[in-house]
């Protein structure tokens, strides 16, 4: 049973709290908040709402951007990053209408509630789980600048490379080689144990954390499986988490998806399995890595769809510096078992008939998870309702290194987008799989394309410091 306005008043009471703080979400992923005094939350709040300007939300236009947030008060917590005890909570944004307000259909939260009932109106399963890794850097400096006089950016990490004649340190890593490394080097093991802590704290299960291959400070947290619509919630409170105890250790924390040249790039890789009446719908004995038909039909929607996905997995001009050879990243479009160079990996050590499941491993955190999760459902039930089987259209399995491939080899192979705007046309020309039922608005869609293309075309045009290097004395 769900919390009551009362319960909330109640946690009020005991907990004394004294101020009430409601998270939002805008079009790029990204929390936005308001905050009311904790003595004027009223059974009203559930009806009236907390106003808002949508069109700077990215969701309205300004003529028509009043709308109102109903909390969801099953999200509430303590913040614990306030000093003032505050109660935050996650909801909806709603249309103000008569009689009642109707939610708004490309708020992200109600995408992903509508792609779930699809799923369940399909009578292909019932529930979706999702596991999304959290790879990230942590650094001890970072900033930039970006004027007509000067354009640069830096950062620095005690570990890194580059400080390895730093008197009286030592414990310094070689480029790339930074995975699981153990005490002394990992310097942010008491930060990241810090981090998962308050993720178990808010709810969120952690399966475990470590360092990751870019010695330069990279870090993963892996949550444990959870149903897709809490998972997106999740995702946005385990960055709020990771973000906020980095700045208290004095770091910075970033999702961005390749944020040193010559280390590897920070991913958000996805498990998922389906469910029907809590039984697993892609478990089969007899399949390939154990998978059944139905299983690989949902990899061969992704595989179908992938380069118009990745408009929504991938949706920043610095994710597709991540998806190149050489750094663990996908770059063939195709499945495989125990594969890290193609974009579907099944993990081998997934036997248990209720987790066996695949990942997607294209998708990185600059992604607003709501969308990314949605889609990626959406493309996974349009492949289950076309037989959309990936062997047939020879996307796998290879089960070989795709990245030491001859280059006849590789030229008969088909490649991720290698820009963000390759991956804008793709979605323009490739969408119905998401509009089906109404999940995605087709009007949301297209104020995705249009604001992305403006700002793939902003960031065109600003001078790089690698083209000084190259073209200065030409």
């Known amino acids: 049973m769900g919390k009551t306005v009362q319960d909330i008043m109640q946690m009020i009471q005991e907990l004394e709290i004294e101020m009430v703080d409601f998270k939002m979400v805008d079009i790029d992923g990204q929390f936005r908040h308001v905050t009311i005094p904790a003595v004027h939350f009223t059974e009203d709040i559930m009806t009236d709402g907390i106003g808002f300007d949508a069109s700077n939300y990215g969701y309205a236009e300004v003529q028509k951007s009043d709308m109102v947030f109903i909390p969801d008060l099953d999200t509430a917590l303590v913040d614990p990053f306030c000093e003032i005890p505050t109660l935050s909570m996650t909801g909806n944004a709603m249309i103000i209408d008569d009689p009642a307000n109707r939610p708004l259909a490309q708020y992200p939260r109600n ?3 509508a792609a779930e009932q699809y799923l369940k109106d399909s009578g292909i399963a019932d529930t979706m789980l999702v596991l999304p890794e959290f790879e990230f850097y ?11 006089n000067h354009i640069s950016a830096s950062v620095d990490a005690l570990q890194a490379h580059w400080n390895s004649d730093t008197e009286g340190f030592g414990a310094v890593i070689p480029p790339q080689k930074a995975y699981h490394i153990a005490k002394p080097l990992d310097v942010t093991y008491e930060c990241r144990s810090e981090m998962c802590l308050e993720i178990e704290k808010a709810g969120i299960a952690v399966k475990y954390h470590h360092p990751e291959v870019g010695a330069a400070g990279q870090f993963e947290i892996e949550p444990m499986l959870g149903r897709m619509s809490d998972m997106a919630d999740a995702t946005m409170m385990i960055k709020y988490i990771i973000h906020n105890v980095a700045a208290k250790h004095g770091m910075t924390a970033t999702f961005m998806p390749k944020p040193v040249y010559g280390e590897a790039g920070s991913g958000m890789h996805v498990h998922m399995l389906l469910l029907k009446d809590g039984e697993p719908v892609f478990s089969d004995d ?3 890595s154990h998978l059944s038909e139905t299983a690989h039909y949902f990899m061969g929607g992704l595989l179908k769809h992938i380069a118009s996905l990745c408009a929504l997995t991938n949706p920043s001009t ?9 750094f663990e990243a996908p770059v063939t479009v195709g499945y495989a078992t125990s594969n890290r160079s193609a974009v579907i990996r099944i993990p081998a050590y997934a036997k248990a008939p209720n987790l066996r499941r695949f990942e997607l491993r294209n998708p990185d955190a600059t992604a607003n998870p709501y969308f990314c999760y949605a889609a990626i459902l959406m493309a996974g039930i349009d492949g289950i309702k076309h037989q ?5 259209n020879g996307w796998g399995p290879y089960d070989m290194n795709l990245y030491t491939l001859s280059d006849e080899e590789k030229a008969k192979l088909t490649g991720l987008p290698t820009s963000l705007e390759e991956a804008l046309c793709a979605l323009e020309a490739d969408h119905d799989y998401l509009t089906a039922g109404g999940v995605f608005p087709e009007h949301l869609l297209k104020n995705i394309i249009k604001t992305k293309r403006a700002e793939c075309a902003k960031m065109a045009s600003i001078p790089h410091p690698a083209e000084f290097e190259k073209y200065f004395n030409l």
């Open 388 to 392: 959309i089987d990936p062997h047939a």
């Open 111 to 113: 995408i992903v509630h």
């Open 318 to 326: 610095n994710s597709f510096k991540r998806l190149i050879p050489g």
């Open 138 to 148: 942590l650094f001890d400096q970072a900033g930039w600048q970006v004027s007509a």
């Open 286 to 288: 007899n399949g390939y």
